[in-house]
């Protein structure tokens, strides 16, 4: 567990998550646009009690939004966020995986993506999804001090 791990931390209780269909409908958050070099990643505002909910059981600085991610993904590394705690809703294909690899873009290891179970990741390696047939939707959590950075570094 090298890049991943799964942690013991509580479901989100169901009435606080939005269906995946009504994320994806919605504009993306004007504030957290997505980065004009990526075509596969959007954000979606959460709901102030999902918000709250977040904070209150991290109780650390945390930005909380859904990471709407489709079929183009690539390897990539997030900029400014080292790692990242997901909460998946829709993970997108049967076989949702994420991979990741080293600085020479070799593959390293790879993680099955499971609905309603968190993930810690980290996010200055290169990682990407495969098996996304669909659209991916999750509650993400970065941790950052600066919050959310769209940016993305292929
Ligand atoms: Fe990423």
Known sequence: MKYLIYPDLPTVPEELLEH????????????HPPASVVNFFETRRVSKQLDEWVRDHVKADCAVQYQIINSHIVPHRDIRRKMA????????????????????KVFQESYPMLE???????????????????????LSICFDRFGWDQGFKE
Do not use: M
Request: aromatic residues 10%.
């Open 85 to 104: 705690c997901n909460y998946l809703l829709q993970k997108g294909g049967e076989d949702a995986t994420i991979c990741f690899f080293d600085q020479e």
């Open 20 to 31: 995946p269909d009504s994320i994806i409908s919605r504009p993306y958050d004007k504030e």
């Open 116 to 138: 309603r179970v968190w993930h810690i990741l980290k996010t200055d390696e290169f990682h990407t999804v495969t098996g996304v047939t669909g659209i991916r939707v999750a």
